[in-house]
């Protein structure tokens, strides 16, 4: 940076579990996942993930604490691994690597029936590897390689859905694409999705919102668009839009 431009500060990513906090940290080096008492704010513990961590997800589940990391960000050699952490020492319990990039957003996994769903970007262009993890054993169960994805979001009857500006729905069993959408502007460039969409399985319908003024509703069957409503802020730009407040 600059020298007149002060250093990024380190951002969090936190989950809380009864007298104690979990704490993530990108933008520090060696010693970046701490345990500390809420009581007295004390350091229980402090371990160390692969530099290129990422500052989400932390999850607490099971009993583990499942972290996502990088270990080499460039197109050629980009990979990561998905771990769980034991929380009594900070120790890793198992590890799987994830090939491909985080992509710009770092989500959370779709965790569903022991079984954690996570996207990565390819290496070639428009394609995005998903993996399926066996959160007991820590092994990874599938892996495919598929037309560009966003994150999973909901899995009911072993179908996953995937959010973004190209929704799209995927057979677990059958290991195949049942449809995919591709939601654009007017001008042709994909909707800006800044969450993840819900799913309605009892209508059978999917809730996707564009960052600043439209409400998708899908077919959770073929994907078509149902309807578009209309929810424009007070302006253009600004931050308290009552889509935002949606999410």
């Known amino acids: ?140 169960l599938d892996h495919q390689v598929m037309h560009q994805i966003d994150s999973a979001f909901a899995e009911h009857q072993g179908i996953l859905y995937f959010g973004g500006d190209k929704p799209a729905a995927f057979d677990v069993i059958r290991k195949q694409i049942l449809w995919q959408a591709h939601l654009t502007y007017p001008q042709g460039v994909g909707i800006n999705v800044p969450k993840r969409p819900l799913l309605d399985p009892i209508r059978e319908e999917i809730y996707l919102g564009e960052w600043e003024q439209d409400l998708y509703v899908l077919s959770s069957r073929t994907g078509q668009v149902k309807e578009k409503v209309y929810i424009r802020g007070y302006w253009r730009g600004e931050f308290f839009s009552p889509l935002k407040a949606f999410f």
């Open 1 to 140: 940076l600059p020298k007149d431009l002060p250093a990024p500060a380190p951002t969090f990513s936190v989950v809380i579990d009864g007298s104690y906090i979990y704490a993530l940290v990108i933008g520090k080096e060696r010693e970046n996942l701490f345990k500390l008492r809420l009581s007295d704010g004390q350091t229980v513990w402090a371990a160390s993930i692969d530099k290129y961590v990422q500052g989400v997800p932390l999850v607490l589940y099971d009993g583990k604490l499942l972290v996502r990391s990088r270990v080499s960000p460039w197109p050629r050699d980009a990979h990561g691994y998905f771990q769980a952490v034991n929380p009594e020492n900070g120790g890793v319990l198992w590890r799987v690597r994830i090939e491909g990039t985080s992509g710009a957003t770092d989500e959370l996994p779709l965790i569903a029936s022991d079984r954690a769903y996570l996207t990565s970007e390819a290496s070639s262009p428009e394609t995005t590897h998903l993996y399926t993890i066996d959160l007991r054993q820590g092994r990874v």
